[in-house]
């Protein structure tokens, strides 16, 4: 637990030692987690550090009464209320830039926001399945973010608050996200902890709330300030956004995605990950691991050639 000032803690988990540190920014609503399997790969090679965001896993919550001078610019449960975060984050914990910057689904709005306002910390911004910030202005997209996925995760706030949720794990009716014989017992338990916490789900919840200001965001800062050209930029992406939503809606992210790239970063290396969609990052977790190897290695060479 780091104290970032003004009252707040939060969660960061850093292994392996060596520079360039490589951040893993999650997707929405998850905790640090999701990134076991690629952070233990990476770490043989250089320092790899997780966190959790601010209300979700370990990371504190901040209460309504404490204000920390940001709220009247960044609404909580925003990219840019992110990015602030986190970058108080980082200079408490005493890391070393330049950072590579990795980040899946809102975790790509907290990277490229971070970029383009911290360009000198970042030598490299790593998009998995990023959401293009003008998806929240297709009226199908509007009505599976707010009208389906958003209730459910209501749902399962509301389950939680009640203790439905520890009966139905228990039960083994729910089970953690991340799972098999190469995750430790404490992870699972950390999960399932999580999956009981109403307050944690809480956060889940507003950070899809939040979703579309949050792509706001993004748009206006990236037009404000374009990115600075000696970073380098690589978007990962599968064979599908999610292969459980509908294919109507996977190929309109698709063609999104696609045109984002090409307008806002024309030089980019579009990376396809075959089999995969958005939960790549702990089922596909290799492919991830191999990109993030290279640019280490990278980035190392030209410390040494320095």
């Not at 490229?112 to 990023?130: A, G, N």
């Not at 997209?141 to 520890?166: D, N």
């Not at 809480?202 to 600075?228: C, G, W």
Request: with cysteine; proline share 4%; charged share 20%.
């Amino acid at each position: 637990m780091i104290d970032v000032g003004l009252g707040q803690k939060m969660h960061l988990l850093c292994k392996g030692q060596g520079s360039p540190v490589v951040i893993l920014d999650t997707p929405t609503g998850m905790s640090s987690d999701v990134w076991l399997h690629v952070q233990d790969s990476v770490s043989s090679q250089t320092t790899v550090c997780t966190y959790d965001r601010v209300g979700l896993g370990f990371s504190k919550r901040m209460m309504q009464n404490e204000t920390t001078g940001t709220e009247k610019v960044w609404q909580m449960s925003t990219t840019g209320r992110m990015v602030d975060d986190l970058h108080r984050l980082l200079q408490a914990a005493g890391l070393a830039a330049p950072f590579i910057l990795v980040g899946s689904e809102l975790g790509t709005f907290n990277g490229r926001f971070f970029s383009h306002i911290h360009d000198v910390q970042v030598s490299d911004l790593v998009l998995i399945d990023p959401i293009p910030e003008d998806v929240f202005e297709e009226g199908q997209w509007k009505e599976y973010w707010y009208g389906k996925l958003l209730p459910s995760l209501q749902a399962r706030q509301f389950s939680a608050a009640t203790g439905l949720s520890r009966m139905l794990l228990i039960m083994g009716l729910i089970e953690p996200t991340i799972k098999g014989e190469n995750v430790s017992e404490e992870v699972i338990q950390r999960q399932k902890y999580l999956l009981s916490n109403p307050a944690h789900l809480s956060s889940a919840v507003d950070e899809h709330y939040f979703m579309n200001e949050s792509a706001t965001q993004v748009r206006d800062i990236t037009k404000f300030k374009p990115l600075s050209s000696k970073i380098s930029v690589s978007m990962l992406t599968g064979d599908s956004f999610d292969e459980q939503m509908p294919e109507h809606l996977n190929q309109m992210v698709a063609k999104l995605q696609k045109r984002f790239l090409k307008e806002c970063y024309p030089s980019a290396n579009h990376i396809h990950i075959k089999g995969a969609d958005r939960r790549m990052i702990y089922k596909k977790p290799s492919a991830i691991s191999q990109h993030l190897r290279k640019l280490v290695n990278q980035r190392q060479a030209r410390q040494q050639s320095e």
